[in-house]
C-alpha cells in the first residue's frame, strides 16, 4: 500500500516511534508507527501499531494559532485604540478651528492627520477579523441535506458568477446526502470556498465550478472544484495557517474558519490542486 509505511516497520527498532504523513485512497493520513519486539515459544514476533493522528495534530494546531492570536489581538489593540482616537481628534480639531500656518501646510497636515486616521482604522478592522476566528462558535446539530446546503450556497452567488461568466453544476447521483451538522456554518464554509474559486476565475476564459457529492463508507464529501491556475505546491501546507494568504486583500482567516468548522462537525477539509489545471477542496463528514 505504501512503501514508507513498510520501510518503517522494517527499519524501527523496539519501541521507536515515527511520523509518517502520506496519502492513500485520496485520504490525507498522519500515522504514527511503533513497533515492539518480543519473543513466544521461542519464536520472535514483531508487533506493529498503526494510528492515524491527523484529526489530534490539526486540533493542536487551530488551538496554538488561537492562543497566539489572542495575544496579538490584545497587544495590538492596546496601542492602535489610542493612536486612532486621538488622530480623529487632532482632525477634528484642524476642521473646526484651523492652524496659525498656510493653507499649502494646512492641507499637508490635514492630509497627514486623515492618513493616520484611515490606517488606524484599517488595523483596526484587520485586528477584529482574526479576533472573531479565536472564537469557538456553537453549532446547533440537525439533520443537514448537504445536496440543499450546496444547491442554496450557488444560488445565493448567481449574480457574481453570472457576472464573472463561470458555469456551475451540482453533480450527485442520489436525491438527498444528509449529514448531523450546523447548516448555517457548513453553507457559510461552502459559500466561502465557492467565493475563493471565483476570484480565481475572473480573469480566466470558460471558468468553471462544479459540486461534486458522494457517499462512501459510511461518509458523505462534498469537493468544490474549479479549472483555475491552481495553488503551488509551497503554498499547499500553508494555505489553512491563520494569518497566510496569497491575496493581495486577504485576511488569511477564510480556510483557517472553514477547517475550525469541520473539526466542530468531526470532519475534515483537505485540498488538491495542480498548476494551471485547477483545485478541489473536499469536505469530509
Do not use: C
Not at 58 to 82: C, D, R
Not at 134 to 145: H, L, Q, R, S
Not at 163 to 174: H, L
Not at 244 to 264: D, E, Y
Request: no cysteine; charged share 30%.
Amino acid at each position: 500500500i505504501n512503501s514508507e509505511i513498510y520501510n518503517a516497520i522494517n527499519e524501527l527498532s523496539s519501541e521507536e516511534k515515527r511520523v509518517i504523513k502520506t496519502i492513500i485512497e485520496d485520504e490525507l493520513l498522519q500515522l504514527s508507527v511503533q513497533v515492539k519486539d518480543f519473543i513466544a515459544q521461542e519464536r520472535h514476533y514483531r508487533m506493529v501499531l498503526i494510528h492515524n493522528i491527523h484529526n489530534e495534530l490539526e486540533e493542536k494546531e487551530v488551538e496554538a494559532w488561537q492562543k497566539l492570536i489572542s495575544v496579538l489581538t490584545h497587544e495590538i489593540m492596546n496601542s492602535v485604540t489610542p493612536i486612532a482616537s486621538l488622530s480623529t481628534a487632532m482632525n477634528q480639531q484642524l476642521t473646526q478651528q484651523g492652524l496659525d500656518m498656510d493653507e499649502e501646510d494646512k492641507e499637508d497636515f490635514k492630509l497627514s492627520v486623515a492618513t493616520i486616521e484611515n490606517r488606524s482604522k484599517g488595523l483596526m478592522r484587520f485586528v477584529n477579523a482574526y479576533k472573531e476566528f479565536t472564537k469557538k462558535p456553537d453549532i446547533n446539530v440537525k439533520d443537514v441535506d448537504l445536496k440543499s446546503v450546496a444547491i442554496r450556497a450557488l444560488q445565493l452567488l448567481a449574480p457574481d458568477l453570472q457576472r464573472a461568466n463561470i458555469k456551475t453544476e451540482v453533480i450527485a447521483k442520489d436525491e438527498h446526502y444528509y449529514i448531523k451538522g450546523d447548516g448555517e456554518l457548513i453553507e457559510q464554509v461552502v459559500i466561502n470556498l465557492i467565493k475563493n474559486s471565483l476570484e480565481v476565475l475572473e480573469t480566466i476564459d470558460k471558468g468553471r465550478i462544479d459540486l461534486k457529492l458522494e457517499k462512501r463508507h459510511r461518509k458523505v464529501y462534498l469537493v468544490i472544484e474549479d479549472n483555475g491556475p491552481g495553488i503551488a505546491q509551497e503554498n499547499l501546507d500553508k494555505i489553512f495557517v491563520p494569518f497566510f494568504t496569497t491575496k493581495k486583500k486577504g485576511t488569511g482567516v477564510g480556510l483557517s474558519f472553514a477547517r475550525q468548522i469541520m473539526r466542530l462537525h468531526s470532519g475534515s477539509i483537505t485540498v488538491k490542486s495542480e498548476l494551471q489545471k485547477g483545485t478541489s477542496f473536499t469536505l469530509e463528514f
